[in-house]
C-alpha cells in the first residue's frame, strides 16, 4: 500500500519557467490538499478538492493553479516561477466521515528551488 | 477565524527528560485537536487526536488531553528519546467539516 506519493522529489526551476508537481493516493480517498512549508510558517494550504472534478483556493493560492480530473491524482501547476516559491510542497488527502476517524494522510515532500 | 499557536523552538533536551510542548487554539465551535509530527525528510504523521473535550489522546508515550476551559493541547512525554528529535505540529479541524489548520511547527532536539 503506497498511501500518497509525490513527484518529484526535488527540483530547480529558473525564475519564469513552469513545472506540474503529481500527488497520487490510493486509499480512495475523496479531499486531497498541497500545502507548502516554509520556515517559521508551519503548513499553509494552497489549494485542495473535495472530490474528482472539484478545487478550490485555501490560504495562498496566488501563482498556483490545481486540477482533480481523476480522483487518485491531484495536480499543483506553477505556471510562471518565482523565487518566493522556492519552498517544500507536500500533499494530503484524506476520507470524508466521521470527525473522530478523519486523518490526513501526507506524501513524503517536493522541495522545489527557483533561481 | 480559527488559529493554532505553538511554543517557539527549537526544544533541546537530554535523553529521558520529560517533554511539554505547548499548544493553545482559537476556534468557533467544538473542533477536533491533533498533534503531527515530522521525521526528518518525511512527510507528517498522525501523533494523536482528541475530538471532545477532556478526552486524551496517546500514542506512543506522547499524550495530550484536550482542555476546552484553557483552549489548550498541550503534548507531553515523560522520557524522551533521541528518535523523538523530529518537527511536532499541532492542527485543529472544525467539525462542521472544515480543514485542518496548523501551528508553525517545534522543533524538539534530543541528546544522548
Known amino acids: 500500500n503506497a498511501g500518497v506519493t509525490q513527484t518529484p522529489k526535488f527540483r530547480v526551476l529558473k525564475t519564469g519557467q513552469s513545472m506540474t508537481l503529481l500527488c497520487a493516493q490510493d486509499m480512495n480517498h475523496e479531499y486531497m490538499y498541497w500545502y507548502r512549508q516554509d520556515p517559521g510558517m508551519g503548513l499553509r494550504l494552497i489549494h485542495y478538492s473535495v472530490g474528482e472534478g472539484t478545487t478550490a483556493k485555501g490560504e495562498v493560492p496566488d501563482g498556483y493553479n490545481v486540477s482533480r480530473l481523476k480522483k487518485q491524482n491531484f495536480l499543483l501547476g506553477l505556471e510562471s516561477a518565482a523565487p518566493s516559491q522556492t519552498s517544500v510542497y507536500f500533499c494530503?488527502?484524506?476520507?470524508?466521515?466521521?470527525?473522530?476517524?478523519?486523518?490526513?494522510?501526507f506524501g513524503p515532500g517536493t522541495r522545489l528551488t527557483v533561481t | 477565524g480559527n488559529s493554532v499557536t505553538q511554543m517557539e523552538g527549537p526544544v533541546t533536551l537530554s535523553e529521558e527528560a520529560f517533554l511539554t510542548i505547548n499548544c493553545t487554539y482559537t476556534?468557533?465551535?467544538?473542533?477536533?485537536l491533533f498533534w503531527y509530527v515530522q521525521y526528518p525528510g518525511e512527510g507528517l504523521q498522525l501523533l494523536l487526536k482528541a475530538t471532545k473535550a477532556d478526552d486524551k489522546g496517546s500514542n506512543k508515550g506522547f499524550e495530550a488531553t484536550y482542555r476546552k476551559e484553557t483552549t489548550s493541547f498541550h503534548l507531553e512525554k515523560g522520557s524522551v528519546q533521541v528518535s523523538d528529535s523530529a518537527v511536532y505540529f499541532c492542527?485543529?479541524?472544525?467539525?462542521?467539516?472544515?480543514?485542518?489548520?496548523f501551528g508553525q511547527g517545534t522543533e524538539l532536539s534530543v541528546k544522548p
Open positions: 494530503a488527502s484524506s476520507s470524508t466521515g466521521d470527525p473522530g476517524r478523519y486523518e490526513q494522510y
Open positions: 492542527a485543529l479541524r472544525n467539525n462542521q467539516g472544515g480543514k485542518l489548520i
Open positions: 476556534a468557533t465551535g467544538y473542533p477536533s
